[in-house]
């Protein structure tokens, strides 16, 4: 974790026992079990970067949102959509473990004064911690 600059909330970072490939593909399997969710993208940033000959480690990155409360969120503040969709980037640090982070949803919630945005991050901490938890279980 000394590789993480800056300062993060836990509640949003988890070590995961899998491989990068692995962890993307639980975490989008839990996200399908609930329609209202809206897979965008899935990158793949290692690819990304050998086609300019850069080599990197495993990692990726996925966007993804919950139509409703994007809703919710964005009337409550336009301005929050900048940090939409949920981002959620999957990385393999030096030493070998791999690692999940998502948008960092209180600081979405602070930053642009939601005040829970009419019970939409109260339903995102009821929703996305669990769907981490998942991902990295064994």
Known sequence: MS???GSYNSKWLRQSPYSVKETADRLLGKLAEYPSVMIIARVDQKKVAEFRDIKIREAECLLFQNCALVGKIISTN????FDLP???FIWKADDGQVWIRCTDIDHMNNAYD????????TEIY???PGWLDY???W
């Open 86 to 88: 949920i981002k959620v």
């Open 135 to 137: 991902t990295v279980s």
């Open 126 to 128: 009821h929703l996305l």
């Open 114 to 121: 939601l005040n829970g945005a009419d019970g939409a991050v």
């Open 78 to 81: 336009i301005e929050a959509g």
């Open 3 to 5: 590789q993480l600059k």
